[in-house]
């Protein structure tokens, strides 16, 4: 029987952390490597994977990267096979690569709904479709979708990601209960309200929105990359072999409190 610090260790596994060049995806690939997995990260630009590179070996880690965009089936599927070939069977994907676009949804256009809704829903069923054979063949895998708060929560301008997060909810149910039996679990990270690029336009000391988080966060910040790591390896290592469907909100409270009462 393993002891508890062998349930969270992921020596000999190969992590794939989709749009990992910085941000959330970076910094939970960073963890996983200091759990002992091997990192493959794509992005979909050269550039970003050229700096990604640099960035994981000045963390001191051996990063594999590949040019690829995750809503291209044809090009997910040709990485994948190059990834198996070249560094090994993926047995953990991250689908972390999303954007989101802050239009009210009467100014929205359909090609711009449609964009969203590609990269972050559609993309993660085609990664998962690429890589669950392998997992099945191998009798073990370890899905990991990055919803959000708008998995739960609607707010203002982002219908297009939360209808996106919302179906990445229950994509990852139904993934869990699909693949269960061949010892695959799918686990969702929802972040919070989380200091990155994505968020940095609501963070700006004049923007109502900074106050506004403070105030509905029980931990009264803005939760940090860190904040990610342990439970990614958490959800990417044998300690959750027995929890699958499951949305693991790492939100310093916010779908449990009210907010903070204005003085
Ligand atoms: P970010 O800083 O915008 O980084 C997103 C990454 O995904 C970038 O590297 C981006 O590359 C890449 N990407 C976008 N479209 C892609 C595509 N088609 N193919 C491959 N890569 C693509 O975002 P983040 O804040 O780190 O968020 C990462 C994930 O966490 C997203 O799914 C986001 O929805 C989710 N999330 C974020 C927060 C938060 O508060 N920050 C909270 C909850 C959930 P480019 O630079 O080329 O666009
Ligand atoms: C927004 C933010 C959020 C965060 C995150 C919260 O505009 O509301 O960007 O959507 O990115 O998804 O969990």
């Known amino acids: 029987m393993n002891n508890i610090s062998d349930k969270f260790s992921l020596k000999g596994k190969v992590a794939l952390v989709t749009g990992a060049s910085y941000g959330i995806g970076f910094a939970i690939a ?9 990192i493959v990260f794509n992005d979909i630009k050269q550039e970003l994977i050229d700096e990604g590179l640099k960035a994981y070996k000045a963390a001191g880690i051996t990063a594999h990267g590949y040019l690829c965009d995750v809503t291209n089936e044809p090009q997910v599927q040709e990485m994948v096979t190059k990834i198996e070939k070249e560094v090994g069977v993926v047995d953990i994907l991250v689908n972390n690569a999303g954007i989101i676009k802050r239009i ?6 359909a090609a711009e709904f449609r964009q969203v809704i590609d990269i972050d829903l559609n993309a993660p069923f085609i990664m998962a479709k690429a890589v669950i054979p392998a997992m099945m063949k191998k009798g073990a895998g370890k899905i990991i979708n990055i919803c959000s708060m708008m998995s739960e929560l609607g707010r203002e301008t982002v219908s297009a990601y939360a209808a996106a997060k919302g179906g990445l909810k229950m994509l990852t149910r139904n993934i869990a209960s699909e693949y269960g ?5 799918c686990n969702g990270i929802g972040p919070g309200y989380i200091e990155t690029p994505q968020t940095a336009p609501l963070r ?14 029980p931990a009264a ?3 940090r990359t860190d904040d990610l790591k342990g439970p990614a390896v958490f959800l990417a290592s044998e300690a959750s ?7 693991l909100y790492v939100d310093g409270g916010i779908l449990a409190y009210i907010g903070k009462q204005p003085k």
């Open 30 to 38: 960073e963890a996983l490597a200091e759990a002992g997995a091997t």
């Open 104 to 109: 009210p949804m009467h100014e929205m256009s």
């Open 181 to 185: 039996e061949y010892n695959i679990q």
């Open 204 to 217: 700006t000391p004049e923007h109502p929105f900074n106050k506004f988080i403070i105030a509905k966060t």
């Open 221 to 223: 910040r803005w939760g």
């Open 241 to 247: 072999n027995f929890v699958n469907g499951h949305v």
